[in-house]
C-alpha cells in the first residue's frame, strides 16, 4: 500500500476559485487525495508535515519558454545586465583574456535600449575594437538581432556581395559593406559556425537537467520547451526523453517544435511527464527591433511596417496542414498587422473546418487593434503572454507605437474578462524566467522599478487570482491538461509549491521578492531552500 502524506497548517489557494482555499492537502501516488482540514488530513496520513501557516500554491508552468538555449546560456557570457556601449566592450575585453586567439566569443542577452551613450544595435567596429583577436558574436535578448564583428563575418562569407537568405537580414554602412548587424536567418548563419559544447546527448541532458533544477528553484514545475530552429533556437527530444527514461526529468514538458514532420510522426505521444505539443510558426519580428509588422509605421521609423515571414494565403496554408491533422498550432505575432493576419487565419480554418476544440494558440500578440480584440472573443484561441515585456519594454514601447496605440499593447486584463484564456511564459533566455516578476508586472503594469508610477494603461491589469491563473489553471489548459494539473483538488497531480509569503495578501510590489521554501512534483519534493 503506497504511503499517504498530509501537508497541515498552510494556507492553501487551490486556485479551482478566486479565494478558494483550505488548510491541509494528502498526497498518495503522486496525486492530490484529500482537500480540507489538518486534522482530517493528518488522521489518513502515515506521514504528516507541517507547514507553520506558509502559503501553498499550484506548481508554476512556463508556456512559452526555449530551454535548450536558457540551460546553455547558463553557462555563456551573459549581457542582460550592461548598459553601455563601453560596458559592453569592457565585459568582452575581460572574457577574452581566458579565450585563445582566434576562436569564438558568444555573448547573449543584450539591449541596447537600455544603453546610456548609445542606443545603436553594436556594429563590428564596436566589436573589432574590444576583441580583434577572435571572433566575436553577441546576441540581442529578443533573440531576433546580432552583432558581428569583422573576423565573424569573414568567417561567414558576409561581404558586401553576400546575397542573403532573407532580404533585409544584414544592415550596410556607407562603404556598402555589411556593418555587423545582422537579423534572424542572417544572425543564425553566424552563430551556426561555432564549435557546439553539447554535441553529445548526454552532454545536452545533463545541462538540460542543471536548467530544469533552476526552474524549480522559482516554483516551476511544468514548462513548455519551444524548438525554433530558424532564430537558433533548438531543442532535443532526445535528451528529454533521456532525462525521464534515467529518473532525471523534474518537470512536466509539453514539447513544441517548428519541424513539421517530426511532430506529425508523433503526434499524440507521450504521458503525464513528457509529451509532444504543438507546431510553432513565426509570422513577423519585436518591436525591439522593429521587424514587428504593423498596419501604419512605427512612431520612431517613419516608413518602416516591419517584416512578414508568410502572406496572408502562406500563413493560411501553413497553419491547415496541421490543423487538418488535428495537431495544435502556436503562432508568433507581434505587430498588430500580425496579429489581424492569424486572426484572419483563424475564422478561414474555422469557416472551412470547424473543429470542437483546437486551442489555438497566439504567441505574444504584443500589439492588437480593437478590430482584433473583439473577433478573438469569439474564437477558441489561447493567448500566451509574456508579462515581463511591461519589464523590457517600458521605457521605450511608447515611442515605437505612439500613445493611440498602447490601450491595445499587453492588452491581458481586458481579453481576460473578455473571456478569452491568457497564460504567463518567460521567453527565456531571452527574458527573466522569474515567474513573481511576472506575476508583480501582469498586477501592476510596470516595470521592475516600479514605472511608471500607477502602472502602463492600467486598465489592462489582472488581479493577483488572474496572474497567478495563468501560470497555472489556464496553463494547464493551453496544453490540454486541466484535468489532471493546474489546481489543488483530490485526483490531480500533486504539483505545489510553498512560498515565503501569502502573495495574494502583501502589497503588489512585494510579490516579486516571493521566495520558493519548496517545489513539489507529483508528490516529490525536488527542490527545498
Not at 556601449?85 to 576562436?103: S, T
Request: aromatic share 8%.
Amino acid at each position: 500500500m503506497e504511503k499517504t502524506t498530509a501537508y497541515v497548517n498552510a494556507k492553501i489557494y487551490t486556485m479551482e476559485n478566486d479565494g478558494a482555499a483550505c488548510e491541509a492537502i494528502a498526497v498518495r501516488g503522486g496525486r492530490f487525495v484529500y482537500c480540507g482540514s489538518s486534522e482530517e488530513a493528518a488522521a489518513m496520513a502515515d506521514d504528516v508535515i507541517g507547514l507553520q501557516g506558509k502559503t501553498v500554491i499550484p506548481g508554476l508552468i512556463d508556456t512559452h519558454i526555449h530551454l535548450f538555449p536558457y540551460a546553455c546560456s547558463l553557462e555563456r557570457l551573459l549581457l542582460d545586465k550592461v548598459t553601455s556601449v563601453k560596458e559592453l566592450q569592457d565585459k568582452l575585453r575581460e572574457y577574452a583574456k581566458n579565450v585563445p586567439a582566434g576562436e569564438w566569443i558568444y555573448g547573449f542577452g543584450f539591449d541596447n535600449e537600455r544603453f546610456t551613450d548609445d542606443k545603436s544595435l553594436p556594429t563590428k567596429e564596436v566589436l573589432d575594437e574590444a576583441c580583434p583577436d577572435h571572433k566575436v558574436v553577441i546576441g540581442r535578448w529578443c533573440m531576433h538581432f546580432f552583432s558581428a564583428n569583422s573576423a565573424a563575418l569573414a568567417a561567414a562569407g558576409i561581404d558586401r556581395s553576400f546575397k542573403p537568405e532573407v532580404e533585409g537580414t544584414v544592415l550596410y554602412g556607407a562603404d556598402g559593406e555589411p556593418n555587423g548587424v545582422l537579423s534572424d536567418a542572417s544572425g543564425l548563419k553566424v552563430v551556426s559556425l561555432m564549435p557546439d559544447a553539447y554535441a553529445t546527448l548526454e552532454a545536452k541532458a545533463d545541462v538540460l537537467e542543471k536548467a530544469i533544477r533552476e526552474l524549480n528553484k522559482k516554483g516551476f514545475t511544468g514548462a513548455h520547451p519551444v524548438q525554433a530552429r530558424h532564430v537558433n533556437l533548438p531543442e532535443y527530444m532526445a535528451a528529454y526523453q533521456k532525462l525521464k527514461d534515467e529518473g532525471r526529468l523534474n518537470a512536466r514538458l509539453y514539447y513544441a517544435t517548428d519541424d513539421f514532420e517530426e511532430l506529425k510522426a508523433h503526434k499524440g505521444e507521450g504521458d503525464e511527464l513528457l509529451r509532444y505539443g504543438y507546431y510553432k510558426l513565426f509570422l513577423d519580428g519585436g518591436l525591439g527591433g522593429r521587424s514587428a509588422a504593423m498596419i501604419a509605421p512605427y512612431c520612431d521609423d517613419p516608413g518602416n511596417t516591419g517584416v512578414l515571414n508568410y502572406t496572408q494565403e502562406g500563413l493560411t496554408e501553413a497553419l491547415r496542414k496541421a490543423y487538418s491533422l488535428g495537431i495544435q498550432t502556436g503562432t508568433h505575432v507581434i505587430g498588430d498587422k500580425a496579429c489581424e493576419m492569424l486572426t484572419n487565419a483563424v475564422e478561414t480554418l474555422l469557416r472551412e473546418d470547424p473543429q470542437p476544440d483546437p486551442r489555438i494558440r497566439m504567441i505574444h500578440l504584443e500589439v492588437a487593434t480593437e478590430d482584433v480584440l473583439q473577433r478573438i472573443r469569439e474564437l477558441p484561441v489561447v493567448i500566451d503572454a509574456e508579462p515581463l515585456y511591461m519589464d523590457t519594454d517600458a521605457a521605450w514601447i511608447e515611442d515605437r507605437i505612439g500613445a493611440a496605440r498602447m490601450p491595445y499593447a499587453n492588452a491581458w486584463g481586458r481579453m481576460l474578462r473578455d473571456g478569452v484564456v491568457v497564460t504567463s511564459g518567460s521567453d527565456a533566455p531571452g527574458l527573466d524566467e522569474d515567474p513573481w516578476l511576472g506575476i508583480y508586472c501582469c498586477v501592476t503594469r510596470c516595470d521592475k522599478n516600479g514605472w511608471p508610477e500607477g502602472g502602463s494603461c492600467p486598465e489592462n491589469r489582472m488581479s493577483v487570482y488572474e496572474a497567478v491563473c495563468t501560470y497555472t489553471k489556464y496553463a494547464a489548459y493551453d496544453s490540454f491538461e486541466e484535468d489532471i494539473k493546474g489546481t489543488i483538488s483530490p485526483g490531480k497531480l500533486a504539483d505545489f509549491l510553498v512560498l515565503d509569503r501569502d502573495i495574494f495578501t502583501v502589497e503588489p510590489e512585494a510579490i516579486k521578492d516571493t521566495n520558493v521554501l519548496k517545489t513539489v512534483l507529483g508528490g516529490k519534493t525536488v527542490y527545498e531552500a
